[in-house]
């Protein structure tokens, strides 16, 4: 018997999925909350679907925890960068990097319902598709503290983790396949993610 098939025995599938899954799945939510172009929500609605599937106890409170642990962080990171851009003379380029993904109407709302609600647009900023930047920035202008930032950030990222753990665990709950619950999960999020913009573009060509 060689090396790697007494390997295979004593490692099981799962066990090396999630040796490698939940490190990805933390380093790549990680990123995508530091340059806002990988779709982090499908990621974790993926993984979602996958620790469905699994049998070992606590899969999808590891997908949880892992998911909007590195989402706070890297939030976190972002708005650090950033404060440190304003208060900089030359500003820096994470923070001409949010303001290119804030156009100034939506920035104009984000201060304006930040003005008047506070918080809790932090956390919903966070579930509408391309809202948590505008939000970041104005928050930044407002000159709130990190700490400050933080602390309403958090409930904002474990309330999109579940969203989207919810939307993995309906899709790997409707097939008998992980692969298949993983497309319809990707799908279903990506419909999430496109809609509000094609229904902006209606109004304002309306």
């Not at 999630?18 to 530091?34: D, E, H």
């Not at 699994?54 to 960068?81: E, H, I, K, R």
């Not at 984000?110 to 598709?129: D, I, K, W, Y």
């Not at 309906?170 to 999020?189: C, D, I, N």
């Amino acid at each position: 018997m060689t090396w790697l098939a007494a390997t295979a025995k004593i490692v099981p599938p799962e066990s090396t999925q999630q040796a490698i899954g939940y490190p990805s799945l933390f380093l790549l939510v990680l990123f995508g909350a530091l340059v806002p172009v990988i779709p982090t929500g499908a990621l974790v609605s993926s993984a979602a679907v996958v620790a469905f599937h699994q049998t070992a106890p606590f899969a999808l409170a590891l997908v949880f925890v892992t998911a909007s642990l590195a989402a706070f962080l890297g939030d976190a990171a972002l708005y650090w960068l950033g404060r440190r851009g304003m208060r900089s003379k030359n500003g820096s380029r994470w923070l001409e990097a949010i303001r290119a993904r804030a156009p100034e109407e939506r920035l104009a709302q984000a201060q304006s319902r930040l003005a008047e609600h506070g918080v809790a647009v932090l956390v919903l900023s966070r579930l509408v598709p391309a809202g948590r930047i505008p939000v970041m920035l104005a928050c930044l202008v407002a000159k709130w503290p990190l700490r400050r930032f933080a602390r309403g950030n958090l409930p904002a990222c474990l309330a999109w983790a579940a969203t989207y753990q919810v939307i993995g665990i309906l899709g790997g709950s409707l097939f008998p396949e992980p692969w298949e619950g993983v497309v319809a999960a990707v799908a279903l999020t990506v419909v999430i993610s496109v809609v509000p913009s094609l229904w902006r573009r209606v109004r304002s060509a309306g």
